[in-house]
C-alpha cells in the first residue's frame, strides 16, 4: 500500500458551531424550500440502522433534540404544518424519522438564524451546540461499537488530493490498493471532493458522491469513513451506514449526502484515504 507522510494538521468535523459560518452561502425563506438543500452534514438513513443502534439514537433525539424542537418548530415541522420535514411533530417515533431524513446540520443552521422564523436566531446556539454534540457523540458510538463493523479496518491507500473550486475524482482499486488482499474482480471506489473557503474565509473540504463501480464479479461494500492525512474523521459519520451492491461492469451511487470538513491550514500534499467496514464479492 502506497503511504504519503505528511506534517499532523489541526483537524475537526464542521459540526454545529463551525457550521454556522456557511449561512452566507443559502438562502432561507421561513418554513419553506430551504430544508430540501442537501448540505449532507449529518444525514443518517433510518433503512441503515441495525435496531439497537437505531433505538439508542431514538433515545438521543428525544433527550436532545426533540424537546427544543418542539418548544421552537412545531408550528411549521409537523405533520399538518406547512414546512418540509415533520420532526417537531407530537409523535416522538414520526419526529424521528424525519429528524434522520432532514439531517441536524440543516436544523442546526436554521434554528440560529434569525430570518428563518420568528423563534429562531442566535439566541438558540448553546441549546444547538448542546444537542449537536451529542448526536455526533452517539452517532460516533453507535457507528464504532453500537451496529458498526467489527474487526480489523479495512483501509485504501492515502492519495494525494490536490484539491480546488473545481470537483474531482479519487478513484481506489479495492483489489490492489487496500491494505489487505482483495477479490473483487477489479471493482472501484471513487470520491469526488473539491476545496472552497466558507464565508469566513476559513478553507473547507466537500467530499461528495461516492460511487461503487462492480468489476468482473458484482461487489458490496458497507460503511465509509473518511481519513485526511491518516487521521480517521470520527464525527464525520455521513456515509458510516452506506451498503451498497454494484453489478458487475456496473456503477452505484452509494450517498447523495455531502461531507464536509473545516481545516486550519491547506496543503496541496493533504492526502485522503478510506476506511471500509467490509468489501465483499457476490
Given amino acids: 500500500m502506497s503511504t504519503t507522510t505528511t506534517t499532523k494538521k489541526s483537524w475537526r468535523w464542521l459540526g454545529t458551531l463551525a457550521v454556522l459560518a456557511l449561512v452566507q452561502l443559502v438562502s432561507y425563506q421561513n418554513c419553506g424550500s430551504d430544508f430540501i438543500v442537501k448540505d449532507g452534514l449529518s444525514v443518517v438513513s433510518s433503512a441503515s440502522l441495525g435496531g439497537a443502534c437505531e433505538a439508542t439514537l431514538a433515545a438521543d433525539f428525544q433527550s436532545s433534540y426533540y424537546s ?89 491507500s492515502e492519495k494525494v488530493m490536490q484539491a480546488n473550486a473545481t470537483a474531482k475524482d479519487i478513484t481506489w482499486n479495492l483489489d490492489t490498493e487496500l491494505n489487505q488482499p482483495g477479490n ?25 458522491n461516492p460511487r461503487l463501480k462492480g468489476g468482473s464479479r458484482s461487489v458490496n461494500v458497507k460503511g465509509l469513513m473518511i481519513r485526511i492525512n491518516g ?52
Avoid at 477489479?186 to 461528495?208: D, K, M, Q, W
Avoid at 480517521?232 to 452505484?252: F, K, P, Y
Avoid at 447523495?256 to 467496514?277: C, G
Wanted: negative net charge; hydrophobic residues 35%.
Fill in 68 to 156: 427544543f424542537l418542539k418548544t421552537n418548530c412545531a408550528t411549521c415541522h409537523t405533520s399538518r404544518g406547512p414546512g418540509n420535514g415533520a420532526f417537531a411533530d407530537g409523535n416522538a417515533d414520526l419526529a424521528f424519522s424525519a429528524f434522520l431524513a432532514t439531517g441536524h446540520a440543516k436544523i442546526d443552521i436554521n434554528a440560529t438564524n434569525s430570518a428563518h422564523s420568528g423563534q429562531s436566531g442566535p439566541q438558540n446556539s448553546s441549546a444547538i451546540a448542546v444537542a449537536g454534540q451529542q448526536w455526533d457523540n452517539a452517532a460516533a458510538s453507535c457507528k464504532n461499537g453500537g451496529g458498526g463493523g467489527g474487526g480489523s479496518s479495512i483501509m485504501t
Fill in 184 to 208: 473483487t474482480g477489479g471493482a472501484t471506489l471513487t470520491i469526488s471532493v473539491r476545496e472552497a473557503p466558507s464565508a469566513n474565509g476559513t478553507p473547507v473540504y466537500f467530499f461528495s
Fill in 231 to 282: 487521521q480517521e474523521q470520527v464525527l464525520g459519520s455521513t456515509w458510516s451506514r452506506v451498503d451498497s451492491t454494484a453489478a458487475a461492469g456496473a456503477t452505484v451511487t452509494m450517498s447523495t449526502a455531502q461531507v464536509l470538513l473545516e481545516y486550519t491550514q491547506y496543503s496541496v500534499s493533504d492526502t485522503l484515504s478510506v476506511i471500509i467496514d467490509s468489501v465483499s464479492a457476490q
